[in-house]
């Protein structure tokens, strides 16, 4: 019996051995996102942004000669895809949480978001309290999914919460006017907002719903692979080539449109890199 139970959990491992079945396959395969820029968004024939670009550096030290091939994936498919190898590592715009901890590993953090709205300037809009009796659209399978409902409960706002299937209806929903705010972490607000055909007509506004941590995603209990993730993220870290990478997607014109996003460096994301941690959301709920 205790022979099986070996011979069981070492078939698991090796299942989980994503850097052994890239080399046997030739080939390792990142999830990706469609419009989550400038984290991961498609530019038609091919994908870019910050964990687009980390990533494809990443694997291509970790793995030499192996193909990288990209894979879109959405919200709602991004773990069970990861869960079942037809995605390998997920470079997309995915929030550490205690939940997601369960079904998947995190690498360590390499952007740290604040969940806002987007609304249109012309709406007049600029708090929260505003949007009672509104109607906020976010993206199907998003952590802002639970926290529009708990906001609604708190504040008793009547709002009308309408899910999207990805991130480019959602805003496409606030452009078309069907929606009065789109409710997402604020990177992805201030890209969808830079490509817009007037970004001018939007802005972001209110008091954070939440801060959250974003990192690329692992399968579960693939010890080797996250200790190569994390030791290449490390050194990325601590010589300064992950601030400079950030800083061409969000300090510096990026395509399309040659677009600015505008966020800084924050203190908290700083702090991130000095000491390298995959801590989940929670942690910076309990320490606001």
């Known amino acids: 019996m205790l022979a099986l139970a070996f ?3 070492g078939a698991q491992e090796n299942a989980n051995d994503t850097l052994a079945k890239a080399k046997a396959a030739g080939t390792i395969t990142m999830g990706v996102r469609e419009a989550s820029p400038p ?10 942004g910050y964990h687009v670009e980390l990533c494809e ?54 952007y740290i978001t604040e969940a806002r709205f987007a609304v249109r300037t012309a ?18 399978g998003t952590t802002l999914v639970q926290r529009l ?5 708190d504040r008793n706002f009547g709002i009308t919460v309408i899910l999207a299937k990805d991130h480019a209806e959602s805003f496409l929903l606030l452009e078309s006017g069907r929606a009065d705010a789109f409710a997402m972490d604020d990177n992805t ?72 996003i505008n966020i800084p460096l924050s203190e908290s994301l700083k702090a991130a890199f000095l000491s390298p941690n995959d801590r989940p959301a929670e942690a910076y709920e309990d320490s606001r």
Do not use: H
């Open 57 to 110: 550096q990443m694997l291509s030290k970790l793995l030499p000669g192996v193909a990288i091939r990209q894979m879109a994936v959405t919200s709602q498919n991004r773990l069970p895809l990861l869960q079942n190898g037809t995605v390998d590592i997920e470079c997309g715009s995915t929030t550490n949480n205690a939940a997601r901890q369960q079904q998947a590993a995190f690498a360590n953090t390499t």
């Open 39 to 48: 984290l991961s968004y498609s530019l038609g024939t091919r994908y870019v």
């Open 189 to 260: 607000l201030a890209g969808n907002i830079a490509n817009a055909r007037n970004p001018a007509d939007f802005r972001i506004v209110g008091k954070p719903l939440g801060i959250e941590p974003i990192a690329i995603m692992l399968r579960k209990d693939d010890r080797a692979f996250k200790s190569a993730v994390d030791g290449y993220l490390a050194g990325a870290m601590s010589s300064g080539a992950l601030e400079t990478l950030y800083a061409r997607w969000f300090m510096a014109p990026i395509p399309p449109k040659n677009a600015v």
């Open 149 to 153: 409902r708990k906001l609604e409960q």
């Open 123 to 140: 709406s007049g809009i600029a708090s929260v309290e505003q949007l009672k009796g509104k109607t906020v659209v976010t993206t199907t």
């Open 7 to 9: 011979a069981s959990a």
